[in-house]
């Protein structure tokens, strides 16, 4: 005697890793308009990361270049003829370093987040877990940080960490940590609440009954299933990481453009030609920018979506289509998603 | 298009014609796993003044049925064939007049009375709303403020809420839960609609309270003439209320026959086992023929001496008693039964034993230790001594983990093995409780609901533990499948001899399997005794009330039983 009720499926664990993976196992699930935004955010994403990678080859000259064997490159020179996209106030070939500066803003977005992610998660499951004092404390000072608008925290750390200017790894690493700072109180917060959530879950009382101890529960049983979220997390924070770094630079508290191309500080540089009609100099750092922040961040809403099973899209149901018209059923409410199987 | 007649109007309605005419109704919904056809072929009839009853386990496709009566499916679900109420097909008519024909022709009860009113209105606002929506006057004029309270004070008087004047200003957390779901069908009846579609209506409240509302609705169809597309699991529901009986399975009807005689000579193989499988109050007693208390020899393994537990209450409120001086012994290989309503403290004492719940007073004494100053750290070593099933097999297991990992958790706290000997023992423990020991590489979502419960099992039975703690171990189970776990239950518990504390609100369920039964009210143990003799000759004025409510899964022992209790209640 057996119950013969049928298996569900068994897809997700038979099908091969590269399946499972974060953003391949969304595409595979989404369908329509909500492809068509995955597809184009994972197209400027990949752009702006080969871009990042190819640097040295794509670009013609280096970040710091201002002459080559014909000579200095000349001031403020319109996009053509041997600077694709014409020439800075101060002679750098803008074409350069924009190229450049995706490189700068991988470099940041790692950092940034693999400083966050690891003290955000170990912090958020230990705050959720035990309770008590140390979640107060913990919650406290994660309000307080809010409190603060992040760019003057990230300013205040720019200071602290390299007084203000540096050299690429300094910089990087100065933006780097002062976005960290803004974003452990992100993961920290959606863990500890994923955390909260799992403590009642009964898979975690029956594995207290069976007398495992706090760092087993929470390494084993409430760690992975907390984190599932983090790509998502991820996907939007690298593009605010982004906006950080831009709007740090912008405010002069970046990268020196001797030791690393940074698409804000040449937007600062910029502003003051666009009085004088130069617009190059602005506006293709300025689309970098946009471009990958964009890229960015169609993928994250995209993931967000898609994983969410009342706000994906799918395929009409083939058959039983039968009926005149299914109004009925494209108006009502998609509240009984968990209750159709 | 004219049968509303307004509230004030109780004739009932011509007999004989039908309200609600389902015809090759389909419904097939997209999911990631491909297409699910989840209502196959169904056609049905329901005539004026009749209840009928979807009965069907999960899966069957009756909520799915239900749900486009209403046209109430989600945008992943295609429906083909016709749903005919007044003339108007449901699946194809357009959303303003499908809002029309809500509330005015068919209206719905959902199964849950406290999450289908809203907190934050009163009552009297929350039935008017659907008054005021429809124009509800004659000449569909619009309703004033005054007149649709009073529709709402007048709805409220149909379905038996006392002093309807006061109370329809009252708030929904003013309620207890068989009042709420009085007012939710109060709310449905509020534009006198001729059909009902009731969602599982009693599902979530106790046994005492569905007995008081299977009375309503039955009222409710001799009174007015109101039909009632009735959906349940619940066998003895169907045996109190139906007229007629549909049984669903996986997405087509297999039967359908006037009630008295498919409880009587169901004529499909599906139907008879469907119905041999529910517990019937009485039958297949493991106390049977027991004249004293059973397994007093051994040694006892829990004992509690007017044991109490209080939740501290919020800043400014008294404490909560959920258990108050209660006082029993559970001793080696014999099975405890707790019975009780919800609130009733019978989980709380279970998770007490556990060590979930501290204890405040009295004593509890778990295989010699004194519960009352648990430390984690003592208590540790005696956790193997103690296996717990939990009530959902889907959420106690870690989704993420593997069922051989999740059984073997246990063995690897407590006994340290290497991975072969922890896999062979898991892999005997599968086979105990008859799964294949392959299942040990799949996850807890591969495996259906009972399949799951047996993995529990053999979680709890891995160290071999003296004492198994069974906390409504079944009630999320169907029927068919409840039935075969009880049975693994019984024989697993004979073949390893372990003391058991069997926890359920379920009195036949209970009776099948305790050989000592205890009956918690609000928190005090009022009775206990051999299982039998406290289903056969209840003492206590509670136990007597909760057996008389409980329905069972004949209508002619039925409606026998349905005088009895009404006797008892005086009315």
Redesign the interface.
């Given at each position: 005697?057996?119950?013969n009720?049928?298996?569900?499926?068994?897809?997700?664990?038979r099908a091969p890793l590269i399946k499972r993976l974060p953003v391949i196992s969304h595409f595979n699930?989404s369908v329509g308009l909500q492809r068509g935004m995955l597809v184009t955010g994972l197209v400027l994403t990949g752009i702006f990361l080969l871009t990042a990678l190819f640097a040295p080859l794509i670009a013609p000259y280096g970040y710091s270049q201002l002459s080559d064997a014909a000579g200095s490159f000349p001031a403020q020179q319109a996009p053509g003829g041997k600077h694709l996209l014409g020439t800075t106030v101060g002679g750098y070939d803008v074409f350069s370093r924009v190229v450049w500066g995706s490189q700068t803003a991988v470099l940041v977005i790692v950092a940034a987040v693999v400083l966050s992610i690891f003290a955000g998660v170990i912090l958020g499951l230990v705050s959720g877990y035990l309770g008590g004092w140390l979640d107060r404390v913990l919650v406290v000072i994660a309000d307080a940080i809010y409190a603060f608008p992040s760019l003057l925290v990230a300013i205040v750390m720019a200071i602290v960490i390299s007084g203000g200017q540096s050299s690429l790894f300094g910089g990087v690493l100065a933006a780097a940590i002062s976005i960290t700072v803004v974003f452990i109180p992100q993961y920290f917060r959606v863990i500890r609440a994923e955390t909260i959530r799992l403590k009642a879950?009964?898979?975690v009382?029956?594995?207290?009954?069976?007398?495992?101890?706090n760092i087993?529960i929470m390494s084993?049983?409430i760690y992975?299933?907390a984190t599932r979220t983090l790509p998502l997390i991820f996907t939007l924070n690298a593009s605010e990481a982004i906006l950080t770094l831009a709007g740090l630079g912008f405010l002069g508290f970046g990268i020196e453009p001797s030791s690393a191309a940074e698409w804000g500080f040449d937007l600062k540089q910029a502003l003051a030609d666009t009085t004088s009609g130069i617009w190059w100099t602005g506006v293709f750092p300025g689309l970098a920018i946009v471009w990958t922040v964009l890229g960015l961040t169609l993928v994250g809403e995209s993931i967000n979506d898609l994983n969410d099973?009342r706000l994906r899209g799918?395929?009409?149901?083939?058959?039983?289509?039968?009926?005149?018209?299914?109004?009925?059923?494209?108006?009502?409410?998609?509240?009984?998603?968990s209750?159709?199987? | 298009m004219t049968i509303n007649l307004g509230p004030f109007t109780d004739q009932p309605k011509p007999v004989g014609q039908p309200v609600l005419d389902i015809d090759n109704l389909?419904?097939?919904?997209?999911?990631?796993?491909g297409?699910?056809?989840?209502v196959k072929d169904v056609s049905l009839e329901v005539r004026a003044g009749e209840v009928l009853a979807i009965v069907g386990e999960s899966?069957s496709g009756k909520?799915?049925t239900a749900?486009?009566i209403l046209?109430?499916?989600?945008?992943?679900?295609?429906?083909?064939?016709a749903v005919l109420i007044n003339g108007n097909?449901?699946?194809?008519?357009?959303?303003a007049k499908?809002r029309q024909v809500r509330g005015r022709d068919v209206a719905m009860v959902f199964q849950e009375p406290s999450t289908a009113l809203n907190p934050v209105f009163t009552v009297g606002w929350q039935i008017a709303e659907g008054i005021r929506a429809h124009g509800g006057g004659p000449g569909g004029k619009r309703v004033s403020a005054k007149e649709a309270k009073a529709r709402a004070i007048d709805a409220l008087r149909k379905v038996g809420i006392p002093d309807p004047e006061h109370r329809v200003n009252y708030y929904p957390h003013q309620f207890s839960g068989g009042q709420k779901q009085r007012v939710v069908i109060a709310a449905a009846l509020a534009l006198n609609p001729g059909l009902i579609v009731a969602d599982e209506p009693t599902t979530a409240l106790d046994v005492t309270v569905q007995a008081e509302i299977l009375e309503l609705l039955r009222d409710l169809r001799d009174k007015y003439g109101t039909s009632i597309v009735l959906i349940t699991h619940n066998m003895g529901v169907v045996a109190d209320l139906a007229d007629r009986v549909v049984v669903m399975y996986q997405g087509d009807v297999v039967e359908e026959a006037s009630a008295k005689s498919l409880f009587a000579e169901p004529r499909q193989a599906y139907t008879k086992k469907l119905l041999a499988a529910v517990p019937h109050l009485g039958r297949h007693s493991a106390s049977e023929g027991m004249v004293e208390r059973a397994h007093q020899g051994g040694k006892v393994l829990v004992e509690a001496k007017g044991l109490t537990i209080e939740y501290p209450g919020r800043l400014g409120t008294p404490s909560f008693r959920a258990v108050d001086g209660v006082s029993f012994t559970v001793s080696e290989g014999e099975v405890f039964g707790l019975v009780g309503e919800s609130g009733s403290g019978k989980t709380t004492i279970g998770r007490a034993i556990?060590?979930?719940n501290r204890t405040t007073g009295g004593s509890l004494n778990v295989l010699g230790y004194e519960m009352l100053h648990l430390k984690e750290k003592t208590f540790?070593p005696l956790?193997?001594e103690?296996g717990?099933v939990?009530?959902?097999p889907a959420?106690?297991?870690?989704?993420?983990?593997t069922i051989g990992d999740?059984v073997a958790?246990?063995l690897i706290?407590?006994t340290n093995p290497t991975p072969a000997q922890a896999r062979k023992r898991v892999g005997e423990l599968l086979e105990s409780v008859?799964?294949p020991a392959s299942y040990a590489d799949?996850?807890p979502?591969?495996?259906?609901?009972?399949?799951r419960q047996r993995a529990?099992l053999a979680?709890a039975l891995i160290l071999n533990p003296k004492l198994l703690i069974a906390d409504e171990p079944t009630s999320a189970l169907d029927v068919s499948?409840q039935a075969?776990v009880l049975?693994l239950f019984k024989d697993i518990q004979q073949e390893f001899g372990f003391a058991a504390l069997f926890i359920s609100h379920d009195l036949a369920v209970v009776d099948m399997l305790s050989h000592w039964v205890g009956v918690l009210y609000k928190g005090k143990l009022v009775e206990q005794g051999i299982g039998n003799h406290v289903m056969g000759a209840p003492q206590h004025d509670y136990t007597r009330r909760l057996i008389a409510s409980l329905p069972v899964p004949d209508p002619t022992e039925q409606a026998r039983r349905r005088e009895d209790h009404r006797a008892l209640l005086g009315i």
């Open positions: 005697m057996s119950t009720t049928p298996v569900e499926a068994t897809v997700d664990r699930k879950e009964p898979f009382e029956s594995a207290k009954v069976v007398g495992a101890s087993r084993r049983h992975k299933n099973p799918r395929r009409k149901a083939a058959s039983g289509a039968g009926g005149p018209d299914s109004t009925a059923a494209a108006q009502a409410a998609p509240q009984a998603e209750r159709v199987l | 389909k419904v097939t919904f997209a999911t990631d796993a297409d699910v056809h989840a899966g909520t799915v749900k486009a046209g109430l499916l989600p945008e992943t679900a295609t429906s083909g064939g097909n449901i699946i194809s008519i357009s959303a499908l556990a060590g979930l540790k956790r193997k103690i717990f939990f009530q959902d959420a106690s297991f870690n989704p993420q983990l999740c958790e246990p706290i407590h008859q799964l799949r996850f979502h591969e495996l259906s609901g009972g399949q529990s979680r499948v075969k049975e």
